[in-house]
């Protein structure tokens, strides 16, 4: 092959994988995003270390976990309903500055020496809430920036890209700069990343947001969108398989700073290098779904990760050197990330438009929501028997969970096929398959 050609082929491979970069409004998105993320994976770092430094209590490290969550819980099927009422560009500009607000608070607090646990605890609610509304909407909002529906998948893909670039270039930042300048200048800096996301969220020209004619009443908003959601098996299928993978594994990065301290005789650079090998693996798993060119065989990638998610966690239990914790930490970023990606675009494009933002919500609650409950549980549970043990189980469980999904992947499969063809996302000429299959589609109101 000539030179000219391979330079056309790397060219088209390279602008296929970024296509949904070609949307202006996303490529602001995309560059806000990713400094900002800098700093958040920064604050995560600092926060948990800090927590660790002032109370040595890994149950302590459970609590601070679970108030920074608990809101998410308790409050994101709200924000879905928000993000199918109001303007999302608005919400966003809005949840983005008190977002910078909490963390300049917390950078003050850390920096004239007054930080107390209950000051973290309370600016964790206080963030937890934020997040409650600011997630629904931004994950909604790809729609009103990706034109083409049939770039959404390559765009969540890069978002996760991004998110998870982030991830690795952050931890490694917080750990040197924790040792060098101590946590607060962490938190100073995540508060100014937030400059870039508004200044990007300021600069888009959105199309004027269709709002359809709701009930007035929020709960009757979010009850219709929960019977949308769980009278539908796959959609519920994959919430649960979320929801269990939150609170069995992803308490590993509540247990990080014990790890890197307790287990491996390490420092804060430790556990930076630690929570970078996450990125790393998930970043690695963001660039595979980005390479994909649709959403068709997501099911089965979506329980393979989550067994290598479990694997991961099983081998860092088992880890006493920092290579092979390196490399479990890698593993459980790539399932972690495909997982949860895969999960979020195959409901992205299944859920109808006027209820996406409720189905999203559902699925942040999943994800984010049963976080505080991992939290708490792997710090309670690393209190009794430690945190190895504590991880084996987590993994073993989110191991467990895989294998039932895919079980339950042939019938899964049938009633999803329908309602990509009637969406136009696949091909589907038959139309007698189509008729049926219709009650297998999501209800209609």
Not at 125 to 151: C, H, K, W, Y
Not at 235 to 251: D, F, K
């Amino acid at each position: 092959m000539k030179p000219s050609e391979r330079l056309s082929n790397f060219t088209s491979s390279a602008k296929f994988l970024l296509r949904g970069l070609s949307y202006r409004n996303y490529r602001l998105f995309f560059a806000g995003q990713g400094i900002s993320l800098i700093g958040t994976w920064m604050q995560q770092v600092a926060m948990t270390w800090l927590v660790y430094r002032l109370t040595d209590s890994a149950f302590m490290l459970g609590v601070v976990g679970f108030s920074n969550q608990i809101p998410t819980f308790v409050l994101t099927p709200f924000g879905g309903v928000l993000a199918d009422r109001a303007n999302r560009h608005r919400v966003l500009i809005v949840t983005q500055a008190l977002s910078m607000l909490q963390a300049l608070t917390l950078a003050a607090l850390v920096l004239t020496g007054t930080i107390q646990v209950w000051h973290i605890i309370a600016l964790g609610i206080f963030i937890g809430s934020v997040n409650a509304f600011d997630i629904p909407t931004r994950q909604s909002f790809l729609l009103d920036m990706i034109e083409n529906r049939q770039d959404l998948g390559n765009a969540i893909a890069l978002n996760s890209s991004m998110f998870n670039a982030a991830r690795l270039a952050g931890p490694a930042i917080a750990g040197v700069v924790i040792a060098v300048a101590g946590e607060g200048v962490c938190f100073l800096l995540n508060g100014l990343s937030f400059l870039a996301v508004l200044a990007a969220l300021l600069a888009m020209k959105i199309k004027p947001q269709k709002i359809e004619k709701q009930q007035p009443n929020p709960l009757r908003g979010l009850k219709e969108g929960i019977r949308y959601a769980f009278t539908f098996t796959p959609i519920r299928s994959i919430l649960l398989l979320v929801a269990l993978a939150s609170v069995t594994g992803i308490g590993y990065s509540t247990l990080m700073p014990v790890f890197a301290r307790d287990v491996l005789q390490g420092g804060s650079h430790t556990q930076g290098f630690l929570m970078s090998g996450v990125g790393l693996g998930a970043l690695t798993g963001a660039l595979f779904l980005a390479s994909r060119k649709n959403v068709r065989g997501l099911g089965k990638i979506i329980a393979a990760s989550a067994g290598l998610f479990g694997a991961g966690l099983l081998i860092f239990s088992f880890s006493r050197v920092l290579w092979l914790s390196l490399f479990a930490m890698a593993l459980t970023g790539f399932g972690m990330m495909v997982q949860m990606a895969s999960s979020n675009t195959v409901l992205q494009t299944l859920a109808d438009d006027d209820k996406r933002g409720r189905v999203i919500s559902l699925y942040a609650t999943a994800f984010m929501g049963m976080m505080p409950f991992g939290s708490l549980l792997a710090g309670s549970a690393a209190g009794i028997i430690g945190a190895p043990l504590t991880l084996l189980v987590g993994g073993l469980c989110c191991i467990l969970g895989a294998l039932l999904f895919a079980r339950h992947l042939p019938s899964w499969r049938q009633m999803v096929r329908p309602v990509y063809a009637r969406k136009g996302i696949i091909p589907e000429i038959a139309e007698g398959l189509r008729a049926a299959t219709g009650m297998a589609s999501p209800p209609k109101d």
